[in-house]
C-alpha cells in the first residue's frame, strides 16, 4: 500500500511536471498562446507511449474482441452514484432491434461496471490538478495501464464531473483512437449538447437553451462551450443561447429546489423581453421520469396562462420543449456507441459493479 501510494504521488507529480514542462519548451519557439492543443497533446502522448516511461501502456495486451469487457466510468468532483445508477436502469431502446423503444429492459443490461475514483485528499496533497490531468489518470487505470496497481481494462469509458470540459474531452478522446484498441470515450456534457443539437437540426427557427443547476457549473459555461463545439463539428450554424437558473439554496438534490429555480428562470426570461423560446432546459441534479414529468406539467401550465388577454410566457416556452438529464444523455449515447461498434456484451448475466479507488481501500457504498 506504502509503495503503491509513493509511487502514484511521484508518477502524478511527474505528469504534471511533464505537461509544465511542455509548456516551456514550447514557448521557447512561440508564445503560449500560438501552442495549438495537438502540438501540446502530441508531447503528452509520447510520454504515454515511451516504452521507458512509467506511464507505458501496453495495449497491445487489449483483446481483439472487446465486447466482453466491462464499461469503465468516473466522476470528478462530485457523486459519482447517480451517474452509474442511470447507466445501469435507463431504458430507452429495445434490446434486440435497436429502436427507440423502451422494452421493460435496462438497456445495458448484462454489461459489467468498473468505477475508479482518485479520493479528493490524495488530489489535495499533490496542490490540486488540472481537468487533463486527472482524465488522463482516471483513463489510465481503466484502459488497465500496469502503472497502477489492479488497473483494468474497459470498453468504454464515460466521465463527467466538475471537470468534464470540451479541451479535456477532445485530447482524452484523441489519446484513445491513438492506442487502436477501440476504447471509446463519452463525456457526460458533450453527450447532453449532442441531444440538444439532433433535436435542432430540422427544427425551422432559432431556439435557446436552458440550464438549471449550481454556480460552478454555471461559471464554467461547460454545457454552452460543449454546445458551441458539437454545432460547429456538426456544421449547424445557428446560435444556441444558452439561460443560466442557479438553485436557490445548497441542497441541490431537492425537486422543490428544481421547481423554484423553474419558476426564477421563466420569469426572469420573460421580463428580458426575448423573443426566443425555450426548447430544451438541463437539469443537473438527477431527476427520476415522474419528476421529469412534472417539471413538464409546470411547463405546459405557464404556456397557458393568461394575463391581460395574452399569454406571456406562450412565446418563451416551445410547445416541444423537453426536459434533459445529462447522465441519461449519457446512458443514451454510450448505449448507441456500443451498439453502433458491435461491442455490447448481450448478456443475460446479472450486471455487476467493480469498484477501485485511490488511495486503495477507500470504498464508496452503492
Keep these: 500500500m506504502e509503495n503503491s501510494n509513493i509511487r502514484f504521488r511521484r508518477a502524478a507529480t511527474a505528469l504534471v511536471l511533464f505537461i509544465l514542462l511542455s509548456v516551456v519548451v514550447s ?5 503560449e498562446s500560438q501552442i495549438s492543443l495537438p502540438e501540446l497533446m502530441e508531447l503528452i502522448h509520447a510520454d504515454v507511449f515511451d516504452s521507458t516511461s512509467v506511464f507505458f501502456g501496453d495495449y497491445s495486451k487489449y483483446p481483439e474482441d472487446i465486447s466482453k469487457l466491462p464499461i469503465g466510468v468516473f466522476n470528478i468532483g462530485s ?19 435497436g429502436s427507440s423503444e423502451d422494452d421493460k ?24 490538478a488540472e481537468p487533463l490531468d486527472m482524465a488522463v489518470l482516471h483513463t489510465l487505470f481503466l484502459t488497465g495501464n500496469d502503472f497502477f496497481d489492479e ?44 441531444a440538444i443539437i439532433d433535436s435542432l ?70 421580463i428580458s423581453e426575448s423573443s426566443v ?9 438527477d431527476l ?16 397557458s396562462i393568461i ?6 410566457y406562450k412565446s418563451i416556452i416551445a410547445e416541444d420543449v423537453i426536459i434533459l438529464n445529462p447522465n441519461k444523455c449519457a446512458a443514451v449515447k454510450c448505449y448507441q456507441t456500443l451498439r453502433q461498434d458491435g461491442n455490447l456484451a448481450l448478456s443475460i448475466t446479472e450486471q455487476q459493479i467493480h469498484r477501485f479507488s485511490y488511495p486503495s481501500g477507500f470504498t464508496y457504498v452503492f
Design 105 to 128: 429492459l435496462a438497456d445495458l443490461a448484462g454489461e459489467n461496471f468498473v468505477t475508479f475514483t482518485i479520493h479528493k485528499e490524495a488530489i489535495d496533497s499533490l496542490g490540486g
Design 201 to 270: 437540426e430540422n427544427v425551422q427557427g432559432s431556439y435557446a437553451v436552458a440550464f438549471i443547476g449550481n454556480s460552478e457549473t454555471i461559471l464554467s459555461e461547460r454545457y454552452a462551450k460543449h454546445l458551441s463545439n458539437v454545432a460547429r463539428k456538426k456544421e449547424f450554424s445557428k446560435n444556441v443561447p444558452v439561460i443560466n437558473q442557479s438553485l436557490p439554496g445548497p441542497d441541490v438534490s431537492g425537486f422543490p429546489m428544481v421547481d423554484a429555480a423553474l419558476t426564477a428562470l421563466l420569469h426572469n426570461y420573460r
Design 307 to 312: 394575463s391581460t388577454g395574452t399569454n406571456p
Design 151 to 194: 488497473a483494468q481494462q474497459t470498453k468504454i469509458i464515460v466521465a463527467g464531473g466538475d471537470m468534464d470540459d470540451v479541451v479535456t474531452t477532445e485530447r482524452i478522446q484523441k489519446f484513445l483512437s491513438m492506442t487502436n484498441t477501440g476504447v471509446k470515450y463519452i463525456s457526460v456534457a458533450e453527450a447532453t449538447a449532442e
Design 79 to 97: 457523486s459519482l452514484d447517480p451517474l452509474l445508477t442511470d447507466l445501469m436502469v435507463h431504458d430507452t431502446f429495445d434490446n434486440i432491434t
Design 288 to 303: 427520476d421520469d415522474e419528476q421529469t414529468d412534472m417539471l413538464l406539467s409546470i411547463l405546459t401550465y405557464y404556456r
Design 277 to 285: 423560446p425555450i426548447k430544451a432546459i438541463i437539469v443537473e441534479p
Design 27 to 31: 514557448c521557447n519557439k512561440k508564445t
